[in-house]
């Protein structure tokens, strides 16, 4: 079970919202660049990104498209305000993998002809229901009709939130992860995660293969230099 580290930006800063409420953020002395070095030094496979900027509608941040380019060893998925076919295309040139949430939910077909492999489907889910739009709106569709055409053109893998536990560090939603693999997808676990307890709580959930953690790590709760963090940072995903 692979620990993946979260980092949010907004207006180039990192800052953590909690259940997403822009009015929410708290800002962290540091860098985008310099947490990211800090947790590549201490084994970080895959790191997770979040465009604020671009989730609450306006300009992508430009200072994100390096990133991947700059530690071409380390995978990236970014997420927030991929809501066009071309703004996905935007981010896999750069290298990251897509993390899709309104678009995936409310047109799938704008992600017909795209390697699967690459995109991972955001399913933002409060009370079980999806949420779109930045948590901002109920969606129109029910769980399984987001997922069936997602799982018919090929998208394995589901980011799962339960937001009202996002930054709220009250553990993990092991609900919401059991509901969307249920549907046939590989899950990765954000929103709530305390500490590595948590996380073996999400790998005994059927279908979990990894989980994401921003505001524990950031808070010094959990610190990527521990052993054990560290192990959980490197570790094949899917592995308990």
Do not use: C
């Not at 009250?170 to 969307?180: N, S």
Request: glycine share 12%; hydrophobic share 50%.
């Amino acid at each position: 079970m692979r620990l993946i580290p979260s980092m949010d930006l907004l207006g180039g800063q990192v800052v953590r919202l909690l259940k997403g409420a822009r009015e929410s953020a708290f800002v962290y002395p540091t860098t985008p660049e310099a947490w990211i070095k800090r947790l590549v030094d201490a084994g970080a496979r895959r790191i997770h990104l979040v465009d604020l900027d671009a989730a609450f509608g306006e300009a992508p941040q430009s200072r994100l498209r390096g990133f991947a380019k700059a530690w071409p060893g380390v995978s990236f998925q970014l997420g927030g305000g991929l809501r066009s076919r071309d703004a996905v295309l935007r981010v896999q040139d750069d290298g990251f993998d897509a993390v899709i949430g309104t678009l995936a939910m409310e047109t799938p077909e704008a992600l017909e002809g795209l390697d699967p492999a690459r995109l991972i489907a955001a399913l933002d889910l409060r009370g079980g229901a999806p949420v779109v739009r930045g948590w901002t709106a109920a969606s129109a569709k029910s769980l399984e009709a987001v997922a069936a055409p997602l799982r018919a053109m090929g998208v394995a893998l589901a980011l799962v939130t339960d937001v009202e536990r996002d930054g709220a560090m009250t553990g993990p939603g092991l609900e919401a992860l059991a509901q969307v693999a249920a549907l046939g997808f590989r899950v990765q676990a954000s929103g709530g995660l305390r500490d590595l307890a948590d996380l073996n709580l999400i790998a005994a959930v059927a279908g979990a293969e990894s989980a994401i953690s921003g505001k524990a790590l950031l808070d010094g709760r959990m610190t990527p230099e521990d052993p054990a963090v560290r192990a959980a940072m490197a570790a094949p995903e899917g592995a308990n």
